[in-house]
């Protein structure tokens, strides 16, 4: 399983899709410059960078941005041999089908992984600079940390979506077009601040972030949509990944294709 996942890596040594974690991750990283900005609180005196809404625009941005960027990165995966031809050859090796679409899958999840890390990057080095002066304590970072991880959870979540799309379609687009199109419900959902909005299941990864902006608000009440959210997404992720597992084993390819 291990070699099968490595050369599903290779695939990606020379392909610009790679370049798509930088682009989820840019973006997050220059909105964290924005806690540079100046600031005052209301009595006017001078406001230091606050750490937690540094780790909440992040986590924004990458929530927001995710959708599209962690579809486009399943489709080309999923669906790269159907697009190229080479899927007969693929399916030729004596490896089952089952342990090559679990590995594009775990490879998904790894570039998945690597967005937030990099996303995370800027506010990190800011969070270990304040930390290394006393001005903040590790649980701060850890918690800009943790929010990371469970946005990665949750994200996945609707990775088997995008990858039943393009093993039905043979193609990218329209599991693109999905993620476009849950990008724009995000993007809405999000700056909507609603607690509901994290049963739209793209916006699942949502949930801790929202969490952040109620802390620094002294809101720290439970979301009450958290657990019919998480069916939800449940739901999605099992049904999703049993098309793509029923498709991938029983469905025929012909010769060319």
Known sequence: MLNVIYTE????KHSK????????????????????LPRVTPDGTPAGIDMQD????????????????????????????????????????????LEI???????????????????FAAAFAVGLA??????????MIWLGFKTNILVCLLSFGTIPVAAAVSLV????????????????????????????SIMFPWLAPYWPVRYLAQDIADNTGLNPYAVPALI?????????LAISLIYCMRADVHSGS
């Not at 679409?101 to 996303?119: E, N, R, Y």
């Not at 939800?232 to 999703?240: D, N, Q, R, W």
Request: proline content about 3%.
């Open 54 to 97: 540094m780790f909440y625009r992040q986590g924004m941005m990458l929530v927001m941005v995710g959708p599209s960027i962690f579809a486009l990165i399943t489709a080309y995966i999923i669906a790269r041999e159907y697009q190229e031809r080479t899927i007969n050859q693929l399916f030729s090796y004596p490896v089952s089908r």
């Open 101 to 119: 679409l679990a590995a594009k899958l775990v490879v998904v999840f790894l570039l998945i992984m690597l967005t937030a890390l990099l996303s």
């Open 130 to 139: 304040m930390l290394l002066q006393g001005r903040i304590d590790f649980d």
């Open 17 to 36: 899709i790679r370049w798509l974690v930088l682009l989820g991750a840019i973006p997050a990283n220059l909105i964290t410059l924005f806690a540079f």
């Open 169 to 196: 379609a043979k193609n990218i687009i329209p599991a693109a077009v999905i993620g476009v199109f849950a990008t724009i419900v995000t993007v809405i959902g999000a700056i909507g601040h609603g607690q509901g």
């Open 9 to 12: 890596l290779l695939k990606l």
């Open 232 to 240: 939800v997404l449940s739901v999605t992720f099992i049904l999703s």
